[in-house]
């Protein structure tokens, strides 16, 4: 009995229904930040000639999506929609939809991205660059001597997306690279390749990366424990 009664009690006054806006974002978007504006248009409570009126009004309501921010992280501006007599006015909310990246899987603070090479290149290695979400690019090497298989994962720490409310940590970024087989061998190429592993036909010709870029990543092998 005595908590119905506090239940009801504690109960605030009624609001007017919330007004929901999807706000579309590009993984870019959301690794820099960005401060957006968005005009809505509500009822609001006026006095007129000493009488209450509703009037409906416009108004732009600024929301800055700080870097990191998760799909679906909500912004709520209280009391910035309809005002009612006899409500109070509810709140207007931003959601975040992230959009999908041409490159990147996001999950988390970590990114996800596919790399098609060549069965030479897995062999003798790779030498290619990424042009990262805020526009700057990197180099990304074996290490020497390494191999890589089919669909093997490897990380380069610190290159995934900033961190939400932690924007000065980044999370990871892990690359699945799909080797791309010679559809055929000559007997010559066999040979070789039994040889030496070299001389190989492949179908994909490996990237040529800007020697001048200095900044120069290993990768190393990921380890899911």
């Given at each position: 009995m ?10 605030g ?15 870019e ?5 960005k ?28 929301c ?32 975040v ?6 490159t ?22 790779v ?14 090497m ?31 970024l ?13 007997l ?31 990768m ?6």
């Amino acid at each position: 009995m005595f908590n119905t009664m506090f239940s009801k009690a504690s109960k605030g006054p009624k609001k007017t229904k919330s007004v929901i806006h999807p706000v579309k974002l590009t993984l870019e978007e959301l690794y820099i930040g960005k401060a957006i504006k968005i005009k809505v248009t509500r009822d609001r409570k006026k006095t007129v000639d000493d009488k209450k009126v509703i009037e409906r009004e416009k108004k732009v309501l600024e929301c800055k999506i700080s870097q990191g921010a998760p799909d679906g992280e909500k912004y709520v501006f209280h009391g910035e929609a309809d005002e009612h007599p006899d409500k109070e006015a509810g709140d207007v909310v931003f959601i975040v939809s992230e959009q999908k990246h041409a490159t990147f899987k996001r999950r988390g603070a970590d990114l996800l991205m596919n790399k098609e090479i060549s069965l030479l290149e897995a062999i003798t290695g790779v030498d290619f660059e990424i042009t990262h979400l805020d526009g700057t690019k990197f180099r990304v090497m074996s290490a020497g001597g390494e191999v890589i298989k089919p669909d093997q994962i490897m990380c380069i720490e610190e290159k995934g997306m900033p961190f939400h409310k932690k924007s000065w940590n980044f999370g990871n970024l892990f690359i699945m690279f799909k080797i791309i087989f010679p559809d055929k061998v000559s007997l010559e190429q066999k040979s070789i390749a039994k040889a030496c592993f070299m001389g190989m036909e492949h179908q994909k010709e490996p990237d040529m990366p800007d020697q001048n870029i200095r900044d120069v990543k290993t990768m190393v092998p990921f380890k899911d424990e």
